[in-house]
């Protein structure tokens, strides 16, 4: 399986097309698990986690249909090819960044992932859309019961699941929902929405770019907590709350429809004229410029583009799938950013 | 729909889950945004390492003395101290949850608002969690006085205990 061969395929989870699909992009649950005997990762030396990958990954094979998973060790990839992964999110940014030996075992459907040696020995995850809510999680504690029953994990009666950081013990278990939420962001109201969150025992950070301030219009929903209540009620935690935002986004969507449609139309097909105009984007430009015209095909302002489009571009327009689909190579005087711009002319013409 | 704080047309609208229980909170567009000044720095809330960070500085300002007297413990496993994990938020492997159990204790309390933990277990221990739930059960039912459902929880315990000892 070579990586390249992703690149053909959009990701599955992002193909939502359903009944939330203008403004939920995909869900998703993570679980932490570490095995006794070896020491947590920042504390593990180079020979322990060589161990510990095989080990790990011995166990997965016994479990997993492998004719259905890719798998990869990270430390054979390139950065481009890290990040690649990163961008699509089958691994994490901590899990490109980290030390020792690391892998990744994906399905070829990209829903499930797991990651050997991120902060955890093992970071399970499954991403999915909203009608895949309830099998989703049953698929995910399935195997995670499968592979129970071949190896042992830290645990302990009162704390429950042990992981190397105590925000992550008891379950383990962090569901986040990935929204876009520009009518919150464009009318300065997303600062209610952290503050409801954030009572709830939820945290909302960016779905994109680095560090805590994220880029645009794109959120993520995840519970706080993972100690204290059972998986099940974590999940019903988040899924109780996004419903609430939904509709409060919808309501100012239909507010600034009614008041406001010159400007909003403006806003929305200027996006679209900047891409068929524009020689060179950076990356946050591409995420503004997507998430404007996102708005418009969701308020129908704009006809004939489908959302699976967008989505796809939101992927495809971060550095390193752009440095994949040129296989790396930049001609004279050109740089990733006209790369970029091209793509994006190219996603909405075609 | 009215504002909880100051009664007027309400817009904004929440579900709030505490202790398991389900409540719809409703505000005014001016409450929410009373808590405007908090929220500002995106930084409080939108990281949890960040969030834990906070937690652990306010922790160890706090107990700045109780931690000179416990700083001598590191564990013999992975060679973790009590400081350096206050300096980093990790713990170094599965022993240090109990070199460091009563701060961790604390720290858990304070991050999640537990420390029990309720969820999955691992195979070999669900006959010891369906005990525990049941006999959590049994307190209850005694409490509200409903007898004979405390018999029936009572029979199954014993049930579940003589399977224990098979
Ligand atoms: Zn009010
Ligand atoms: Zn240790």
Redesign the pocket.
């Known amino acids: 399986m070579k990586l390249s061969n992703l690149m053909k395929n959009t990701t599955q989870w992002l193909r939502n097309e359903g009944e939330n699909a203008d403004i939920v992009l995909a869900n998703r649950i993570r679980l932490a698990r570490n095995i006794p005997h070896f020491p947590f990762v920042s504390k593990m030396s180079e020979e322990k986690s060589v161990q510990l990958e095989s080990f790990v990954k011995e166990k997965l094979d016994r479990v997993l249909p492998m004719d259905q998973y890719n798998y990869f060790i990270l430390n054979d990839l390139s950065e481009t090819d890290l990040h690649f992964l990163s961008e699509r999110h089958l691994i994490s940014k901590e899990h490109v960044r980290g030390e020792g030996r690391r892998s990744v075992t994906f399905s070829l459907d990209e829903k499930f992932s797991i990651m050997i040696n991120e902060e955890d020995h093992l970071r399970l995850q499954v991403i999915f859309t909203q009608d895949e809510a309830q099998s989703s999680w049953k698929k995910l504690e399935d195997l995670i019961d499968q592979l129970e029953a071949i190896v042992d994990f830290s645990f302990d009666r009162r704390f429950g699941y042990l992981t190397a950081c105590p925000t992550n013990a008891g379950t383990g278990l962090r569901v986040s929902t990935m929204l876009h939420l520009p009518a919150l962001q464009m009318t300065n109201q997303m600062g209610k929405i952290y503050q409801a969150a954030d009572a709830v025992n939820l945290v909302i950070r960016g779905f994109f770019g680095e560090g805590t301030a994220g880029m645009g219009d794109f959120f993520q929903v995840s519970n706080q907590i993972t100690l204290g209540k059972n998986e099940k009620e974590l999940i019903q935690t988040v899924e109780s709350v996004v419903p609430q935002i939904l509709k409060y986004e919808r309501s100012v969507r239909n507010k600034m429809l009614k008041s406001d449609r010159g400007r909003i139309e403006e806003h929305c097909h200027k996006a679209l004229t900047t891409i068929k105009e524009e020689s060179e984007i950076s990356f946050r430009e591409s995420l503004r410029l997507l998430s404007a015209i996102r708005l418009g095909v969701n308020l129908e302002l704009i006809p004939d583009v489908g959302i699976k489009k967008i989505n796809e571009g939101l992927i495809q327009s971060h550095d390193s799938h752009l440095k994949k689909s040129t296989k790396g190579h930049l001609g004279d005087d050109e740089t990733w950013e006209m790369i970029r711009a091209r793509f994006l002319q190219n996603l909405f013409t075609n | 729909m009215k504002?909880?704080?100051?009664?007027?047309e309400?817009t904004v609208f929440f579900t709030e889950i505490k202790q398991d229980e389900k409540k719809e909170i409703h505000?005014?567009a001016?409450?929410a945004e009373s808590y405007q000044n908090y929220i500002a720095d995106p930084h409080i809330t939108h990281s949890i390492s960040d969030f834990l960070g906070g937690l652990l500085q306010i922790f160890a300002s706090k107990e700045q003395t109780e931690l000179k007297e416990t700083s001598k413990d590191v564990c013999s496993d992975c060679g973790m101290s009590i400081h350096e994990f206050h300096a980093s938020g990790r713990l170094g492997c599965e022993r240090d949850y109990r070199v460091f159990r009563s701060d961790i204790k604390d720290l858990l309390l304070k991050i999640h608002g537990k420390s029990r933990h309720r969820g999955k277990v691992p195979h070999s221990l669900q006959k010891w969690k369906d005990l525990v739930d049941l006999r959590k059960r049994l307190n209850s039912v005694i409490n509200q006085e409903k007898y004979e459902e405390a018999a029936e929880i009572r029979d199954k315990i014993k049930q579940l205990e003589s399977a224990h000892e098979a």
């Open positions: 504002c909880e704080k100051c009664n007027k309400a505000l005014c001016k409450c």
